[in-house]
DNA sequence: GTTGCGATGTATCGGGCCGATACATCGGGG
DNA sequence: CCCCGATGTATCGGCCCGATACATCGCAAC
């Protein structure tokens, strides 16, 4: 999982360990709090060592900190991880459908066809149902056997079901209609800008230096 | 955690690991979508190991199935056991904050005391708004650098949050006037039973055969 | 009747992921 | 000047999961 993630990023730009995790962080941070360092650091390692992705030293752009001195790796996705990235977004096991799995390929949604994006929605969605007919029966069928805080608990979780599948069910009908994702919070006013970004496949160019995030 | 889990349910009945795994599913199946047998099995050998269980050969009592043939060990919490689990359930770490340590401690609420409870329901309602604050800090400030389905996951995030910390806080305000749990729901008429089944400390006795469940 | 299938039941293995921990560097405030 | 908090890289022990491999029982189909 952490794998296509990290792909996913790493396809948008070049990263170290550091901006990677901040950047999955604001991203999946729905699905999963920090994304630890005993996580991210043997993932590089090993997607590094599959030749996915390689190790370039400290990079020339040198954007603001660090004059030059120790470390700061940082990683590039190759040739062979974009072909690795696309086969991970397009087939959908199992995994694809719990929590963790079903938010990171939810996140590359806009790099992903239709016609995936819809199956994993509808596995997705069948998920949760099956999720919420357990619970059903257990307030039904067991509800004399279990105290006032089990019950409280699974109605609390029938309830986040109810309101999932719902979910999933507006964003089907919206795939299904060739509309975008709604974005139907009235708090926020962005006038569904998405900026598909098109980049060409092959950009090796010194890149923008990103407009410089939250550094105060 | 399943350590918590697992003693828990035992203070209740002594069981097999089969059972104990069904029963997990159906009180903390919210949180967890199975508890695999490979971590069941290997916690008990830890548990035992640690001297809070003992393993009992295919017990006398042999309600209905199983002539008699290979196994079935039936695990009880020991005296030792009984203790760890009081302290387990007293006192709340980091990790008594996240889905999955937070729906266990819930589950045994009703032997819990309120001094305690409230003090978990504080911790996670906490561990919620920061999470809330996050997204919500996303979905403000980074609003445009986002693609429409990464702001849609946000948002739903950031609603499942809201959501989540209201309904702590009824819990909350209920804990402090004294009340049960609420509920609310209209579909099941539970007369806010309970039933605080007050067993002796000590009992060992062969216990009732337990109504047998969910036998066909 | 026997054959075979689904539920019951116990157990292990490899691997992903986490929290704790240990470093080192840099900029800035006391 | 010195320490603190942010940045940054890395490892270790341990929990937990999915896959897998067994063996037994009751039952239904053939």
Redesign the pocket.
């Known amino acids: 999982?952490?794998?296509l993630a990290i792909l996913g990023l790493l396809q948008e730009t070049p990263m170290?360990?550091?901006?990677l995790r901040k950047e999955l962080v604001t991203k999946l941070g729905t699905f999963?709090?920090?994304?630890?360092?005993?996580?991210l650091?043997?993932?590089l390692?090993?997607l590094q060592t599959a030749g996915w992705i390689t190790e370039t030293e400290s990079d020339p752009s040198m954007i603001p900190?660090?004059?030059s001195?120790?470390?700061?790796?940082v990683y590039k996705i190759t040739a062979d991880g974009k072909e690795r990235f696309a086969d991970l977004l397009a087939q959908a096991g199992?995994e694809t459908y719990?929590d963790a799995g079903f938010g990171v390929h939810f996140a590359f949604f806009s790099r992903t066809d239709r016609a995936t994006r819809l199956r994993i929605l509808e596995g997705r969605r069948r998920r949760i149902e099956e999720r919420r007919e357990g619970l059903r029966d257990v307030l039904s069928r067991a509800a004399g056997r279990l105290d006032a805080y089990t019950l409280e608990l699974q109605r609390h979780g029938l309830d986040a079901c109810e309101r999932e599948v719902r979910w999933l069910e507006e964003l089907i009908t919206n795939e299904r209609s060739g509309r975008a994702p709604a974005g139907s919070a009235g708090t926020l006013d962005i006038p569904a800008a998405e900026q598909p970004r098109e980049r060409a496949a092959e950009d090796a160019s010194p890149e923008t230096p990103r407009p410089q995030q939250d550094r105060p």
């Open positions: 999982m952490l794998e170290h360990g550091y901006e999963r709090a920090a994304i630890s360092y005993g996580t650091y043997p993932t390692k090993r900190p660090m004059t001195k120790r470390g700061r790796v199992p719990d």
